[in-house]
Nanobody
Framework: QVQLVESGGGLVQAGGSLRLSCAAS????????MGWYRQAPEKQRELVAS???????NYADSVKGRFTISRDNAKNTVYLQMNSLKPEDTGVYYC????????????????WGQGTQVTVSS
């Protein structure tokens, strides 16, 4: 079974920092793109940042210059370093990864982490 396990969420004051991590484990052949989404109260889920297997990154305009996404391919882990946090960054953050499970399948699946709460106070 493939699963994504997130950690690092919590409560922080505005201007502070948090580092999220998400590790993929199980019967994995290959992990392609990985990313972070968030869902704020009364808002739709949105892409925050993504990173390809080769390290190419993409960010939402609202977090450019403040957040940094990275990955450790040897550990099948993606990170999100969040600096200069703002109250509007508050929400549930979900890790996402496109993964080819080990075996005979030719199909990649999108897997999701359980979500981790990030709360930024004023």
């Amino acid at each position: 079974q493939v699963q994504l396990v997130e950690s690092g969420g919590g409560l922080v004051q505005a201007g502070g920092s948090l580092r999220l991590s998400c590790a993929a484990s199980g019967s994995i052949f290959r992990v392609n793109a990985m990313g972070w989404y968030r869902q704020a109260p009364e808002k739709q889920r949105e892409l925050v940042a993504s990173i390809t297997s080769g390290g190419s990154t993409n960010y939402a305009d609202s977090v450019k210059g403040r957040f940094t996404i990275s990955r450790d391919n040897a550990k099948n882990t993606v990170y999100l370093q969040m600096n200069s946090l703002k109250p509007e960054d508050t929400g549930v953050y979900y890790c996402n990864a496109e993964i080819y499970p080990a075996g005979f399948t030719w199909t990649a699946y999108a897997y999701w982490g359980q979500g981790t709460q990030v709360t930024v106070s004023s």
